[in-house]
């Protein structure tokens, strides 16, 4: 069966400190692979989607970059964290089409 | 501008009682729809989806959605909750079946004993 792995669950950085946050899946090939951000109020923004290896999609201009070095892994990264990059963030797969995606159980960042 | 509404950020009912909690989108084109559930500090977790077919869909712990496309809406539906439904609900959509799944904001259920 396949699953998810993200970690760390809990991250507290400092303001100008670099980010990596790693998301690896299990059980299956070639996925389309997400990351998400969750603040309060806010929902669920997407951040970046992938369909292969080296492939990586931007949604939204940030502080933050993505990137797939693996089939089935997902890399999060900044060079210095702001403030504004606390919150959740949620790692998630798919096979398309005409499937859902699946969720990791989430990194809790805090920069300080 | 395209996006997902849930026009409900906090909604409370008594255990027992009906549920309904709303979502609209605003794309052209018929999308991928979804619900997803939040327990606090979790990931999320798949209630139902519609991709095409029937406009009612069944999911999982007893909850359903419809879709209508006139009114572009699928909302989600329980005819009595349990005090174990306290969750955040997200609704979900893939607009143009391109791969990116958009959230709204979520709708904070809480029960009453």
């Known amino acids: 069966s396949q699953t998810i792995h993200q970690w760390p669950a809990t991250l507290v950085q400092p303001v100008g400190s670099p980010l990596s946050l790693e998301c690896t899946v299990e059980g299956t090939s070639n996925p389309n692979l997400y990351w998400y951000r969750q603040a309060a109020g806010r929902g669920l923004q997407l951040l970046f989607y992938?369909?292969?290896?080296?492939?990586i999609s931007s949604e939204v201009p940030q502080n933050l970059s993505a990137s797939r070095p693996q089939d089935r892994q997902f890399i999060l990264s900044s060079k210095k964290l702001l403030l504004s990059d606390s919150g959740f963030y949620l790692c998630a797969w798919r096979l398309v089409p005409n499937t859902e995606a699946f969720f990791g159980q989430g990194t809790r960042l805090t920069v300080v | 501008a395209q996006s997902v509404t849930q026009p409900d950020i906090h909604i409370t009912v008594s255990e027992g009682a009906s549920l309904e909690l709303r979502c609209n989108y605003s794309y052209g084109a018929t999308p991928y729809l979804f619900w997803y559930v939040q327990s606090p500090g979790q990931g999320l977790q798949l209630l139902l989806k519609y991709f095409s077919g029937d406009t009612l869909v069944q999911g999982i712990k007893g909850f359903e959605a419809e879709f209508k496309r006139s009114q572009s809406s699928f909302n989600l539906r329980k005819p009595s909750v349990h005090w174990s439904d306290a969750a955040e609900y997200f609704c979900a959509v893939e607009p143009n079946r391109d791969d990116k799944i958009i959230f709204g904001k979520g709708t904070r259920l809480h029960i009453l004993p």
């Open positions: 992938s369909v292969g290896i080296g492939q």
